[in-house]
Structure formats: structure tokens, C-alpha cells
């Protein structure tokens, strides 16, 4: 049971590992771009397999009964997008395994890997655990380390996880297969949940330090991006570093939020007196690109303000 992106080396892995998959659930097609209605990326990929999929607005109400007469010995989950109930969870003899994007118990919730990068975490990870009703609280059967990388956006932790989830659920299969899966409770008091991920998201605040705005960028980017408006105008930061203490300025005051040109570089002042340093930005209606081309395109920006 998958959906986006993140689930397809998933469902690659187990199919190369030899397994055979009765079955793909996922989420049922959507109008996405301009009404044109597209399948999602593991259905794409299991109809490109030859596998069976079966698509319910609530699988819930719609899907156990025919889901039970494939005779699976085991479900895996990875991002399906629909909550399990308890009779979905005790359908097949091994139950239910979920393959998270996070070290559980922290960072429990649908987006793990936007709120890690923005946290500013060096290391996350993957977690096979056995799925129960409550959210991303079952036992776990394994995880997998992995560093964040220091400049690494949530884009590119995405796509590293996504592979290392693939490896992990083929060894946790391995184990259940072998009936030698030991599963560990979850230690509560360490639990974290984050919220889902929504366009608002993005909008940036300056009262925060650099570090924690070079962080925010890091972990929005691709979605929702972080974006603040420049003279009403959406105002999208894809790259920026914190400016160095050594690093030469106009030290006069500067409003958190507003612009500043210091010897060829655009800043924006924000939180404890810093400046964050724009590297590649993008104005509504333009392209990407570098706050050097951009300033040479916009005159002079130094004491515009920025929008949050």
C-alpha cells in the first residue's frame, strides 16, 4: 500500500527480492494538472510491473473484504495516505508493516523529512515498525541511520530515503520470513509529532536567527519552498547561508526583513541582529536563479522590505 514517490523503490525492492505481491493499493487517481486526471507514481510503477491494483476513496468502508481473498501472509504500508482500522491491520497472519521516514518514535506524522531538515537534525533515518491504530506508534522491527548532509535540502534527503526504505522493508520481510522478527515498543517519552506539510507552510518569518532560516529553506525545498513578497509580488528563497561575523557590512540598523547590499552580496536582516545571505531566488512570474543575476535585473534593493 503506497502512493507518491517515496513508496516506489519500495515496492521495486520487494518485487526483486523475490516476493510475490498479490496486490498494490493506492490512493484512486486525481485531477492534478489542468483537470487532466494522472495516475500516482506506485500505481504508474506496479501497472508497469504487471501487478494488480486496487484503488478505494476509503478503504475502510470499501476494501477488506476483497482485500482478504488474496490470501496475503503480510500488508506493507509506505505513505498510503489512509488510516487503517483494526480489521484492515489484523487481515493477513504477519500483519501490517509500515516504513517511515523518520527514527521513531520522533518525528512521527506524515512529513518527517521537511521537519527534521528544518530542526536542524544531523541524523535521521528509517523505521519498519508494525502498524497499530494510533498514529506511527507500533512496534518497531528495525531502522536504518542515515547523516543529514549539511547543505542537503528535504528534496535531496527525500530521495536518499526513499532508497534506504527499500532496503530496510526487503530486511525486514527477510526477518519475518525466517520467524525471527523481534519487535520493541516504542518508547513513549520520546515520542514528537509534527504537522502535515500545506502551501502556507513555506511562509518564512524573519524574526528568527540565520541558522534557523538557512534550515526552514533547506527543509521546503522543493514544496511548498519558502517564499516571503517582494512589492506584492511572491518572493521564493531557494538557496541562502547565514553572513559571517568576519564577513564586511553597513552595520547600521536594519528592520528584520529588510534588504541589504553589502559589497555585492543581497542580504536580508532577520532574528538576533544577523543577516541571511540570498544565494538563488525566484520572483512571481520569473525563473530561478542566482541573487546576483537577480540584483543586476532589479537596481537598487538595498532597504526594500520583504513581506512575510
Known amino acids: 500500500m503506497g502512493t507518491p514517490d517515496f513508496a516506489v523503490p519500495s515496492l521495486d525492492a520487494i518485487v526483486k527480492s523475490g516476493h510475490e505481491v498479490v496486490g498494490v ?118 531502522q536504518k541511520k542515515m547523516p543529514i548532509l549539511p547543505e542537503e535540502t528535504a528534496g535531496e534527503l527525500f530521495d536518499r530515503l526513499a532508497v534506504a526504505g527499500g532496503e530496510a522493508i526487503t530486511e525486514a520481510l527477510a526477518l519475518v520470513e525466517r520467524g525471527k522478527a523481534v519487535f520493541t515498543p516504542q518508547d513513549e517519552t520520546k515520542a ?57 557590512s553597513n552595520r547600521r540598523y536594519y528592520a528584520q526583513g529588510e534588504m541589504a547590499a553589502f559589497f555585492g552580496k543581497l542580504c536580508v536582516a532577520c532574528g538576533k541582529g544577523e543577516f541571511l545571505v540570498l544565494q538563488e531566488v525566484q520572483l512571481e512570474g520569473g525563473k530561478r536563479m542566482s541573487a546576483d543575476d537577480f540584483m543586476r535585473g532589479h537596481g537598487d534593493l538595498n532597504g526594500v522590505m520583504l513581506e512575510q
Not at 500516482?40 to 476494501?63: D, H, N, S, T, W
Not at 503480510?74 to 493477513?92: E, H, N, P, S
Open 192 to 248: 514528537s509529532h509534527f504537522p502535515m506539510f500545506t502551501r502556507e507552510s513555506g511562509r518564512i518569518d524573519f524574526s528568527k536567527s540565520a541558522k534557523e532560516l538557512v534550515d526552514f529553506i533547506r527543509g521546503t525545498n522543493p514544496w511548498p519552498s519558502a517564499y516571503c513578497r517582494l512589492n506584492g509580488k511572491i518572493f521564493k528563497i531557494w538557496k541562502a547561508r547565514k553572513l559571517g561575523d568576519n564577513e564586511p
Open 25 to 142: 493499493v493506492t490512493q484512486p487517481d486525481r485531477a492534478r494538472n489542468r483537470g487532466v486526471v494522472s495516475y500516482c507514481p506506485v500505481k504508474q510503477r506496479a501497472l508497469e510491473l504487471g501487478l494488480k491494483v486496487f484503488q478505494y476513496e476509503k478503504i475502510r468502508l470499501e476494501g477488506a473484504d476483497e482485500l482478504e481473498t488474496l490470501g496475503a501472509d503480510v500488508m506493507v504500508t509506505c505513505a498510503y495516505g489512509q488510516i487503517l482500522d483494526q480489521r484492515l491491520l489484523d487481515l493477513t497472519p504477519h500483519g501490517v508493516l509500515n516504513v517511515h521516514a523518520s527514527l521513531l518514535p520522533a518525528y512521527r506524522g506524515s512529513s518527517p523529512i521537511q521537519w527534521a531538515v528544518i530542526n536542524g537534525e544531523k541524523v535521521t533515518g528509517i523505521t519498519v515498525m508494525k502498524t497499530a491504530l494510533g498514529v506511527d506508534t507500533g512496534d518497531i522491527l528495525l
